[in-house]
């Protein structure tokens, strides 16, 4: 099935990314892991998302799932959803660069009755031919924006 024409400007992410990455916020202990990432395209104006990450020792650690939509050629919405009780909608605007594109998102956060509380994200990704760096900050538990992580991934497949 043939790739949906709003994909094109995001085409570049569709397949597996594998890399480190490293944590840091004010209430915890900064910590390293390894994040995958997968993005594929089933013949709609979106693409599937399903992240996960892994301690240096092998344990899991997170995942998230979710859909990055193209709207109009350069705006984006990522809406996502999280075990940890969040769903979170983002929304930002491609930046195209000579072999990818850069964007910054910022989200709207709903947080379940027993999930800690998350006021909002901004996550930027990066995506520069065969890498793939992304970061994420938060407003959560009484701290404000913050970066928290933070990782470069390459292709996969």
């Given at each position: 099935?043939p790739?949906?024409?709003a994909?094109?400007?995001?085409?570049?992410?569709?397949g597996?990314?594998?890399?480190?990455?490293?944590?840091?916020?004010?209430?915890?202990?900064?910590?390293e892991?390894?994040?995958?990432?997968?993005?594929?395209?089933?013949?709609?104006?979106?693409?599937?998302?399903?992240?996960?990450?892994?301690?240096?020792?092998?344990?899991?650690?997170?995942?998230?799932?979710?859909y990055?939509?193209?709207?109009?050629?350069?705006?984006?919405?990522?809406?996502?959803?999280?075990?940890t009780?969040?769903?979170?909608?983002?929304?930002?605007?491609?930046?195209?660069?000579?072999d990818?594109?850069?964007?910054e998102?910022?989200?709207?956060?709903?947080?379940?009755?027993?999930?800690?509380?998350?006021?909002?994200?901004?996550?930027?990704?990066?995506l520069?031919?065969?890498?793939?760096?992304?970061?994420f900050?938060?407003?959560?538990?009484?701290?404000?924006?913050t970066?928290?992580?933070?990782?470069?991934?390459?292709?996969?497949?």
């Open positions: 099935m790739m949906h024409p994909l094109k400007p995001v085409s570049g992410l569709i597996t990314w594998r890399g480190a990455g490293r944590g840091e916020y004010p209430t915890i202990d900064s910590f892991y390894t994040e995958e990432v997968t993005f594929a395209e089933a013949g709609k104006p979106f693409l599937t998302y399903v992240q996960k990450t892994w301690s240096p020792e092998g344990a899991p650690m997170h995942t998230e799932t979710g990055l939509r193209v709207c109009d050629g350069s705006a984006l919405e990522f809406v996502l959803s999280q075990p009780g969040q769903t979170e909608l983002a929304e930002g605007t491609l930046i195209p660069a000579a990818g594109f850069s964007c998102l910022h989200s709207r956060v709903m947080n379940s009755a027993s999930a800690k509380h998350v006021d909002k994200t901004r996550r930027t990704i990066e520069t031919g065969d890498v793939l760096t992304t970061s900050a938060m407003a959560a538990v009484g701290v404000p924006m970066h928290h992580l933070a990782s470069e991934m390459r292709r996969a497949n």
